[in-house]
């Protein structure tokens, strides 16, 4: 496995306000994801995040709501834009390590509250 | 039709029991096949990833995969009241890497 560094690990913030996550690993990565992880529910992928280009956003996110970069192997952010309560959540980052194998490891995650 | 199902739960075992937790997928291509435990308030742990049809065990736990079923099964022998979680189903889908989730089983296991 690999340590996968998600921080802040919480936060509570204002509505209209943004937040932006990070998500940073010591391992060569070939995918890293973001997911939302809303109360009593399970996951929800927001996006792909892709090296040095454009996020692969899933039907239901937007660029300008959920904006994430990824300017290395080993390090991504998502921003979540302009916060309402509906967006307090839990929100993961996701990595698929180099190598044989395809499994997938998760950070710690972020627990944002929108007040 | 939800793309990986799971049943809800709670699963109630008695300490020492075995846990049988199933999980169908609707992507026939799928290729890859994972059990995640959670714990409240913690980010999801890979327990079990299997890939072939058949058994695949590791320690108290063993995945059961068929394809042509489309079914993939999670045991958890001599359950231990640590293994109070909830369970995720995830798929690798045929096309893309992305995993696709399933809603999760809680299990309860009583001392």
């Known amino acids: 496995s690999a340590v996968i560094s998600q921080k802040p690990s919480r936060d509570i913030c204002q509505r209209g306000t943004s937040l932006t996550i990070q998500c940073q690993v010591d391992s060569q990565v070939t995918m890293m994801f973001w997911y939302r992880q809303q109360p009593g529910q399970s996951l929800t992928l927001i996006a792909t995040?892709?090296?040095?280009?454009?996020?692969?956003?899933e039907s239901g996110f937007v660029i300008d709501k959920f904006p994430i970069s990824r300017p290395n192997l080993t390090f991504s952010t998502l921003t979540v834009s302009n916060m309402s309560p509906e967006d307090s959540s839990i929100y993961l980052c996701?990595?698929?390590?180099?190598?044989?194998?395809?499994?997938?490891?998760f950070g710690q995650g972020t627990r944002l509250t929108v007040v | 039709q939800k793309e990986v199902e799971q049943n809800s739960g709670p699963l109630s075992v008695p300490e020492g029991a075995i846990a049988s937790l199933n999980c169908t997928y609707s992507d026939r291509g799928s290729q890859s096949f994972f059990w995640y435990r959670q714990y409240s308030g913690k980010s999801p742990e890979l327990i079990m990833s299997i890939y072939s049809n058949g058994d695949k065990e590791d320690g108290r736990f063993t995945a059961q995969l068929n394809k042509a079923s489309q079914y993939v099964s999670l045991l958890i022998r001599d359950s231990q009241p640590s293994d109070s979680a909830t369970y995720l189903c995830?798929?690798?889908?045929?096309?893309?890497?992305?995993?696709?989730f399933g809603g999760g089983t809680r299990v309860l296991v009583k001392p």
């Open positions: 995040a892709n090296q040095g280009s454009e996020a692969t956003y």
């Open positions: 996701s990595v698929v390590l180099a190598g044989p194998n395809t499994e997938a490891f």
């Open positions: 995830a798929v690798r889908q045929a096309a893309g890497n992305k995993l696709t």
